[in-house]
């Protein structure tokens, strides 16, 4: 099967982010990882490739030229190959969506393709759905048990209060991972080694047809959270501490 | 004018209280409100829909939830009533529908968010797991938003027009992602991404047995239970409990962090938070900076004294 795994590369979870003139940002100290329920996409495409003997896992990404460290990551967890879509403008979801989809399609005959189920960038929450629609195959997300068996795909889905949906799916499909779904393996120092002398297919954006032009969804402005105030410890015996907190919470936050 | 759609999701049958937060905004609006509800009966839920124009019944004789269905139906509603926007519920269902909706109704969608400007197409939603917040507009076509629970003050209406009621068939058609089943969790656990309350454990916990006190505390307040990452990492809270950057983001009126430092990854994904308390051995825990209120303490000690004093005071 050929199997994929489209990934984006995001600031590190604990970088501090920084408004650089209102609609972006400042990228000048910023680590850049992949996003981290990509990784556990990554990591169930891996678990599927090792199941299905004969199995390629390619590795998409789009975005500027420093992405390719993030398919070097995907490489070096054990990705065959990779491809680049060379994209410097940010395009809306349905953009991003329509130009991943001409770039799979073009390439090979496509099975599973894994995804996060959000970037930690700008949550948008969406791609993974609209690349399926826009390949006309079916999708499920927030998926945190998966299973291929007999031609088909089973996956379970966290929905509310701990439930879980159970859905069958046809390949190709769309698997969109969550948290719980794996542990994301660690590259080997092999495995590094072999990344690096894999050479990434580039595509270029203007050859999807797509262009920054056609957003829809338009970034009006960037801004930062107003930031709390410096709360109070409330200090004293434990059972008096607690006595005020609980009236605090009462008759000055009036939360309960 | 615009026509407003709105989405009300039932939940086996329960109308949730969210969809509250969604008909404030549409009636301030000032515009016709239509509200679609995939129900047998519309009867019981028209005392919270008085003073809207439409409501759209969708009839079926099965209207369990298959996201493919919804959308072709949401997206057939959408061209036969001529919506130009229409609002959910950034809810697990919400999550998993809108986007499909998007694509069935060549829509814009933009998920998660804190405010909506109905008359101008813009609506502001975290990005970067919070850090910062984005405003965006959708300029032509539809759009679709939807809204995170707990963000939109409520308002009872005055109005007491009964709206319209009109009705449409479920599409039947061929579905490609099946749901073949719903596994509900053992416990009665309360959502954490609506709840109004939340009882967090951290590390400090020491063990999974230990997250007892905190349910207890919980039940006491009728609220959800949550967990850190390093908690869940540790093993001691299963992954559907964590709050945080790569857990749930939740958004209560009141959170109770009981032994977590308050890494960046956690606070991101509860610090909106009307109030945060904190419960900590450590006086230096970045936690205290974040928190409204804090008690320095071990919170085996704490914790119970708590869940006695609540149910003094809320008896």
């Keep these: ?256 | 004018m615009a026509n407003i759609g709105l989405y009300i999701e039932l939940k086996e049958g329960v109308f949730k209280k969210s969809n509250r937060e969604l008909l404030s905004l549409a009636r301030k609006s000032g515009q016709p409100v239509h509200a679609v509800l995939f129900c047998p009966d519309v009867q019981p839920y028209l005392e919270e829909l008085k003073g809207i124009q439409t409501v759209i019944q969708v009839q079926g004789a099965d209207l369990t939830y298959q996201p493919d269905r919804y959308a072709r139906t949401l997206a057939a509603v959408i061209q036969e009533f001529k919506l130009d926007i229409v609002c959910g519920i950034f809810s697990a269902q919400g999550k998993d529908l809108f986007p499909r909706l998007a694509a069935k109704a060549k829509a814009s969608l933009v998920n998660d968010c804190l405010a909506v400007d109905l008359d101008n197409r813009k609506a502001i939603k975290p990005v970067y797991s919070g850090k910062l917040l984005a405003e965006y507009q959708i300029d032509a076509g539809t759009a679709l938003f939807t809204i995170r629970p707990n963000v939109i003050a409520v308002e009872t209406t005055t109005a007491t027009k009964a709206p319209e009621i009109k009705t449409v068939a479920l599409d039947n058609g061929e579905l490609q992602t099946k749901i073949i089943s719903v596994e509900k969790s053992a416990s009665q656990k309360i959502d954490l991404t609506e709840a109004e309350i939340i009882v967090s454990g951290g590390r400090a916990m020491k063990g999974k047995e230990n997250f007892a006190i905190l349910e207890d505390l919980a039940k006491v307040l009728n609220g959800g239970l949550g967990a850190s990452r390093a908690a869940v990492d540790a093993e001691y809270a299963s992954a559907d409990m964590q709050v945080g950057q790569t857990g749930k983001v939740v958004n209560p009126k009141l959170y109770i962090a009981c032994g977590i430092s308050g890494a960046i990854q956690h606070f991101v994904g509860m610090k909106t938070s009307k109030i945060i308390v904190a419960v900590n051995k450590d006086p230096e825990a970045p936690i205290f900076k974040k928190a409204d209120y804090g008690i320095v303490g071990d919170l085996f000690t704490i914790v119970p004294l708590l869940k006695e004093e609540f149910k003094k005071v809320l008896s």
Aim: net charge negative; with cysteine; aromatic share 4%.
């Design chain 1, 1 to 256: 099967m050929n199997i994929y795994a489209c990934i984006k590369q995001v600031p590190d979870t604990e970088a501090s982010i920084l408004i650089k003139d209102g609609k972006s940002i400042n990228e000048a100290a910023i680590k850049w990882i992949v996003s981290p329920h990509d990784e556990y996409a990554i990591e169930e495409a891996l678990k599927l490739k090792e199941k299905i003997l004969g199995s390629t896992l390619t590795a998409v990404c789009l975005g500027p030229e420093r992405v390719q460290n993030a398919l070097r990551t995907a490489l070096a967890m054990g990705a065959d190959r990779a491809v680049h879509v060379e994209s410097s403008v940010a395009l809306d979801s349905q953009n991003t969506a329509r130009a991943l989809a001409q770039v799979i399609r073009a390439d090979k005959e496509f099975g599973v393709i894994f995804m996060g189920k959000q970037a930690i960038d700008d949550d948008a929450y969406q791609l993974h759905i609209l690349l399926a629609e826009e390949l006309a195959i079916p999708v499920a997300t927030n998926v945190m048990a998966f299973s291929f068996d007999g031609g088909k795909v089973r996956v379970e889905r966290e929905i509310d209060e701990g439930a879980r949906e159970v859905i069958e799916m046809a390949v190709p499909c769309v698997v969109a991972a969550a948290k719980g779904l794996n542990t994301p393996r660690y590259a080997s120092m092999m495995g590094i080694m072999k990344a690096k002398k894999i050479e990434i297919k580039k595509t270029p954006l203007a050859e999807t047809g797509v262009d920054e032009a056609q957003n829809k969804v338009r970034l009006l402005k960037l801004s930062a959270p107003a930031e709390k105030p410096q709360g109070r410890v409330i200090s004293g015996e434990a059972a008096d501490a607690v006595c005020e907190l609980v009236r605090l919470l009462r008759e000055e936050a009036k939360v309960i």
